[in-house]
């Protein structure tokens, strides 16, 4: 198992990242890293849960306004304050899971 430092090693490694913004590597348990040169954070595009958790954050960052919508509700302040929680739920995911190995 890798550990957080040999985790945060393979992402300080330019060769794991595409056009400086793309971080791509086998080797590193973390679906979503720390973003390199901006604030927030990235997919590890080699992972091979990358594609089903960005799936699943655009389907919890937008669903649940969706689904208020779909119902009838058209009030933009309700529907900006849920998708503000969904926001912010996922910032919380993401900073989890790219705090890596514990």
Same mark, same amino acid.
């Given at each position: 198992m890798t550990t957080r430092e040999e985790a945060e090693a /393979? &992402?300080?490694r330019d060769e794991h990242w595409k056009l400086g913004i793309l971080?791509?590597?086998?080797?590193?348990?973390?679906? *979503?890293? &720390?973003?390199?040169? /901006? !604030?927030?954070?990235?997919?590890n595009? &080699?992972? &091979?849960?990358?594609?089903?958790? !960005?799936?699943?954050? *655009?389907? *919890?960052g937008i669903g649940p306004a969706a689904v208020l919508w779909t119902a009838g509700v058209t009030d933009g302040l309700v529907l900006f304050g849920v998708t503000a929680v969904s926001m912010l739920f996922l910032v919380g995911v993401a900073h989890h899971i790219a705090s890596g190995p514990r």
């Open positions: /393979l &992402r300080n971080y791509a590597c086998r080797e590193d348990p973390r679906v *979503i890293v &720390r973003n390199r040169l /901006l !604030i927030g954070w990235t997919w595009f &080699r992972h &091979r849960w990358a594609l089903p958790t !960005i799936l699943a954050f *655009i389907m *919890i």
